[in-house]
T-cell receptor, first 115, second 111 residues
Framework: NAGVTQTPKFRVLKTGQSMTLLCAQD?????MYWYRQDPGMGLRLIHY???????AKGEVPDGYNVSRLKKQNFLLGLESAAPSQTSVYFC??????????????FGNGTRLTVT | DAKTTQPPSMDCAEGRAANLPCNHS???????VYWYRQIHSQGPQYIIH???NNETNEMASLIITEDRKSSTLILPHATLRDTAVYYC????????????FGPGTRLSVLP
């Protein structure tokens, strides 16, 4: 049981390049999330998904797109990377939205630098 | 949406209890208090959560005041490995499970 796995762990992009971050969970969780964390700050929610085929915007969605084609995977896309998107990206999952008890399970992050 | 206030940093001697406070004066009746921690640059780790009763697990204890406006996370015997940023979170309502992470408390456990 690997939990939440993020790939890649590190990436350097040039401004304007595109990339996709992959998040995979093996806990059969319905909900998945993408957060970003900038130095010295807490986590900010980018997008989230309450189930396969559905996504919703979080606090800072601009410049990102997401897809949830399979329940176990949640993809975060940067179509045209900008230096302001240099950050650590964390994926998380949880078992249900109606049960407010469910905690989040996090991956270990993707460190992205845009030059 | 309920917000939380935590001190930016705290120190604790190794082997002593670490008591981390959190204020959440606008918490609503059905909102839970969650605690997470983040060690170095790893993903946040779930510690404990509660509604109104005190809770204990193998990692920590959570004490919630009777009026639910504040809580304290207790690490009973802090070790150097407990040095981390600790986040107190109150679940916000709405569609999905939106956890709002503030800057947290940076706990330094000193030898």
């Amino acid at each position: 049981n690997a939990g939440v796995t993020q790939t890649p762990k590190f990436r350097v992009l040039k401004t304007g390049q595109s990339m996709t971050l992959l998040c995979a969970q093996d806990m059969n969780h319905e909900y998945m999330y993408w957060y970003r964390q900038d130095p010295g700050m807490g986590l900010r929610l980018i997008h989230y998904s309450v189930g396969e085929g559905t996504t919703a915007k979080g606090e800072v969605p601009d410049g990102y797109n997401v897809s949830r084609l399979k329940k176990q995977n949640f993809l975060l896309g940067l179509e045209s990377a900008a230096p302001s998107q240099t950050s650590v990206y964390f994926c998380a999952s949880s078992s249900t939205g109606t049960d407010r008890n469910s905690p989040l399970h996090f991956g270990n992050g993707t460190r992205l630098t845009v030059t | 949406d309920a917000k939380t206030t935590q001190p930016p940093s705290m120190d604790c001697a190794e082997g002593r209890a670490a008591n981390l406070p959190c204020n959440h004066s606008t918490i609503s009746g059905n909102e839970y208090v969650y605690w997470y921690r983040q060690i170095h640059s790893q993903g946040p780790q779930y510690i404990i959560h509660g509604l109104k009763n005190n809770e204990t697990n193998e990692m920590a204890s959570l004490i919630i005041t009777e009026d639910r406006k504040s809580s304290t996370l207790i690490l009973p015997h802090a070790t150097l490995r407990d040095t981390a940023v600790y986040y107190c979170i109150v679940r916000v309502g709405g569609y999905g499970q939106n956890f709002v992470f503030g800057p947290g408390t940076r706990l330094s456990v000193l030898p």
